[in-house]
């Protein structure tokens, strides 16, 4: 099965969705979407990956040894940080709900205020 | 929408969007493959600008640019997340109530808070030759900080991360990188184009412009992290809980109306 990591990645990837369907609480939703957006961590070093490769870092190897790529992994670091910065700003609009509010819930939240 | 019809509803979206995923991923290239077309010639291009870690090559040198775009992000949710998180009109400001804690515990931080911060700046030093960078040292160097509320309390915490120069520093660590672009353009080459002199391979001093973006970039998110932290901190420790509307479900004795 040469496709498994690419199907764990899209399994990860509607886990998360599922989770932010059903949830009952913004935290836990927030929380889903960072599930749901690691489903790309998971397939872009999949694609990246070369069998019999080591790290892309040639400090302590010779130059000619064969590695894993470097370009996906690069994007995933760009992946990790543009996450962790929606999730802190996500939690941030959470925190302002729940006082103007008084909950948490998104079935709760049905009107608009002005 | 009741809760059946939406589990149906998700049910049925992701049964079309699991069956175009696994048709999408049986057209890619098979895992662990021999050919990476892109992969091969970044490296190359890495070893080329005599950079050791490819990773940090592609992040600084190949896709400065990207990265520039990247930093502006965090900037950008630090400031959102400063201007969602400030103090309400009806909130009151509460002394924190210093904790106990284990004189073990506090002995503890005490020596690991130095090694942390010296670990954090050799991760950011280094980005260049080992795994790791501006991104991964400037969290590690954050972190290092809150050494200081968990095995203290928060007022040492207050001490020890005058917040005022932090959000400066966030501030100077994104121009800082938009002004070492300059560089590539006062030597007639392009924008963030890896124009500096390249060193020795596998030095400390070696990718020209790499370890410098990789320090602004380390300073930047240090303090964007501590600032980030500050804000979710203040709310749990030192805001007091603020006045709620009528009719909210918890609807505490409002004690807001004082703190302005």
Same mark, same amino acid.
């Given at each position: 099965?040469?496709?498994l990591?690419?199907?764990?990645?899209?399994?990860?990837?509607?886990a998360?969705?599922?989770g932010?369907?059903?949830?009952?609480?913004?935290?836990?939703?927030v929380?889903?979407?960072?599930?749901?957006?690691?489903?790309?961590?998971?397939l872009?070093?999949?694609v990246?990956f070369r069998r019999?490769?080591?790290?892309?870092?040639?400090?302590?190897?010779?130059?000619?040894?064969p590695?894993v790529?470097?370009?996906?992994?690069?994007?995933?670091?760009?992946?990790?940080?543009?996450?962790?910065?929606v999730?802190?700003l996500?939690?941030?609009?959470?925190?302002?709900?729940r006082?103007?509010?008084?909950?948490v819930?998104?079935e709760?939240?049905?009107?608009?205020?002005? | 929408?009741?809760?059946?019809?939406?589990t !149906?509803?998700f049910?049925a979206?992701?049964?079309v &969007?699991?069956?175009?995923?696994?048709?999408?991923?049986?057209q890619?290239?098979?895992?662990?493959?021999?050919d990476?077309?892109?992969? &091969?010639?970044?490296?190359?291009a890495?070893?080329q600008h005599?950079?050791a870690?490819?990773?940090? !090559?592609?992040?600084?040198?190949?896709? $400065?640019?990207? &990265?520039?775009?990247?930093e502006?992000?965090?900037?950008?949710?630090v400031?959102?997340?400063? $201007?969602?998180l400030?103090?309400a009109?009806?909130?009151?400001?509460? *002394?924190?109530?210093p904790?106990g804690v284990?004189?073990?515990?506090?002995?503890?931080? $005490?020596?690991l808070?130095?090694?942390?911060?010296?670990v954090g700046?050799?991760?950011? *030093?280094?980005?260049?030759?080992?795994?790791?960078?501006?991104?991964?040292g400037?969290?590690v160097l954050?972190t290092?900080l809150?050494?200081?509320?968990v *095995?203290?309390?928060?007022?040492?915490?207050?001490?020890?991360?005058p917040l005022a120069?932090f959000a400066?520093l966030d501030?100077?660590g !994104?121009?800082?990188?938009?002004?070492?672009?300059?560089?590539?353009?006062?030597?007639?080459?392009?924008?963030?184009?890896?124009?500096?002199p390249l060193? &020795?391979?596998?030095?400390?001093a070696?990718?020209?412009?790499?370890?410098?973006?990789?320090a !602004?970039?380390g300073?930047?998110?240090?303090?964007?992290?501590?600032?980030?932290?500050?804000?979710?901190l203040?709310? $749990?420790?030192?805001i007091?809980?603020?006045?709620?509307?009528?009719?909210?479900p918890?609807?505490?004795d409002?004690?807001?109306?004082?703190?302005?």
């Amino acid at each position: 099965m040469s496709i498994l990591p690419f199907l764990a990645a899209g399994w990860i990837l509607l886990a998360g969705i599922y989770g932010m369907v059903t949830s009952r609480n913004l935290v836990h939703a927030v929380g889903c979407l960072a599930v749901a957006q690691s489903s790309t961590y998971v397939l872009l070093l999949g694609v990246g990956f070369r069998r019999g490769g080591t790290a892309p870092v040639f400090s302590d190897i010779p130059t000619r040894t064969p590695v894993v790529d470097p370009v996906v992994q690069a994007l995933v670091l760009t992946d990790i940080v543009v996450g962790t910065t929606v999730t802190a700003l996500l939690l941030s609009l959470v925190i302002q709900i729940r006082k103007r509010t008084g909950t948490v819930d998104p079935e709760d939240l049905t009107e608009l205020r002005g | 929408m009741n809760r059946r019809a939406r589990t !149906a509803m998700f049910l049925a979206a992701a049964g079309v &969007t699991g069956g175009f995923l696994v048709a999408a991923f049986t057209q890619l290239p098979p895992f662990g493959t021999k050919d990476h077309p892109y992969g &091969t010639r970044a490296v190359a291009a890495s070893l080329q600008h005599r950079t050791a870690n490819a990773v940090s !090559a592609v992040n600084f040198d190949q896709r $400065a640019l990207d &990265t520039l775009g990247e930093e502006f992000i965090l900037f950008g949710a630090v400031l959102g997340a400063v $201007a969602l998180l400030r103090r309400a009109r009806d909130e009151d400001r509460a *002394a924190p109530q210093p904790g106990g804690v284990l004189p073990s515990t506090r002995l503890f931080g $005490a020596c690991l808070l130095p090694v942390t911060v010296l670990v954090g700046a050799y991760v950011v *030093a280094h980005g260049q030759l080992s795994p790791g960078g501006g991104f991964q040292g400037g969290v590690v160097l954050a972190t290092a900080l809150h050494l200081a509320y968990v *095995a203290a309390d928060y007022r040492v915490l207050r001490r020890v991360r005058p917040l005022a120069v932090f959000a400066a520093l966030d501030a100077v660590g !994104a121009g800082a990188y938009s002004l070492l672009g300059l560089a590539g353009l006062c030597a007639s080459a392009a924008y963030l184009q890896n124009v500096l002199p390249l060193g &020795t391979f596998n030095d400390l001093a070696s990718g020209g412009l790499v370890p410098l973006l990789n320090a !602004a970039v380390g300073v930047e998110v240090a303090s964007g992290v501590i600032v980030l932290i500050a804000q979710f901190l203040d709310q $749990a420790v030192d805001i007091a809980s603020p006045h709620r509307p009528e009719g909210g479900p918890k609807a505490p004795d409002s004690t807001g109306e004082d703190g302005r």
